[in-house]
C-alpha cells in the first residue's frame, strides 16, 4: 500500500466498470485524490492489515509496532456528528468514520471512484472484538450498482457468528430495503446507499457535537 498513485508500467492493476458491466474505465480516466489526505493505492489485504494495527494499537497502551496508542485514541475517540449521522449513521474520527452498533464500535470507511465501490468495516471495541479486531475490507469492480452488491455481502459477513452480534442490531430494520441511487447525488451514493441497506439496522444514538 502506499500513497504514491503513479501507475507501474508491468503491473497488472483492477480494471473498473461502469454501470452497463462491460464498459471499461479508460487507463488513467479515474479520480485522483491528494495523497495522505484522501488517496492512495492498494490492496484490500494491505488497507485490511493497517485499520487492523490501528485497532490493536487502541487496546494496547504500547501501541503497535506502527502507531502509537496515544494516536489510535486520538482517531477513534471522541467523534462528533456534524451531519454525518443522519448522512451515514456514524460519527467523524480522525481520518475515519465510526459506526455504533450497541457496544460495538466500528471504523468505518467508503470508497467511490470512477468503476470502483468499496466498504472497510472493523470493529475495534466491543462484544464482538473482545478476541481481537474483527471487520472486512472489500472493493468490486463496478459502479453504481456495486454499492448493492457490497452491501449484501457486507450484511452476510456482519451475521456471521464471529461477530456474535446479536445486540445492538435488528436486521429486520433493513432485510426488504432497496436504494435507488438515480435518486442520489453521484458522491453520496456509497455512503447513503450503505446505510439505508446495511447501517439502519445499528440501533445507536447520534451523538452531539462536541
Not at 470502483?116 to 474483527?134: K, N, S
Amino acid at each position: 500500500m502506499s500513497f504514491e498513485q503513479s501507475v507501474v508500467p508491468g503491473i497488472q492493476y483492477a480494471v473498473g466498470y461502469c454501470d452497463d458491466g462491460e464498459t471499461p474505465v479508460k487507463d488513467g480516466g479515474h479520480l485522483s485524490f491528494p495523497p495522505i489526505a484522501a488517496g492512495g493505492m492498494g490492496t484490500t489485504r494491505s488497507l485490511g492489515k493497517l485499520l487492523g494495527e490501528l485497532a490493536f494499537a487502541y487496546k494496547n497502551k504500547e501501541g503497535s509496532e506502527r502507531i502509537s496508542h496515544e494516536t489510535s485514541k486520538m482517531m477513534l475517540d471522541n467523534g462528533v456528528d456534524k451531519g454525518a449521522f443522519e448522512f451515514m449513521a456514524s460519527l467523524i474520527g480522525y481520518g475515519v468514520f465510526i459506526a455504533h452498533a450497541g457496544m460495538n464500535r466500528f471504523i468505518l470507511h467508503q470508497a467511490a471512484n470512477d468503476g470502483f465501490r468499496g466498504i472497510a468495516m472493523v470493529c475495534f471495541d466491543g462484544p464482538a472484538a473482545v478476541e481481537g479486531p474483527i471487520g472486512f475490507v472489500m472493493v468490486c469492480n463496478g459502479d453504481n450498482n456495486g454499492t448493492g452488491f457490497l452491501s449484501e455481502v457486507s450484511k452476510f459477513i456482519l451475521k456471521n457468528e464471529k461477530f456474535c452480534m446479536k445486540d445492538g442490531v435488528d436486521w429486520s430494520k433493513v432485510e426488504s430495503k432497496t436504494f435507488k441511487h438515480d435518486e442520489v447525488q453521484q458522491e453520496e451514493i456509497v455512503n447513503k446507499g450503505f446505510k439505508e441497506l446495511v447501517l439502519d439496522a445499528f440501533l445507536c444514538e447520534s451523538a452531539s457535537d462536541s
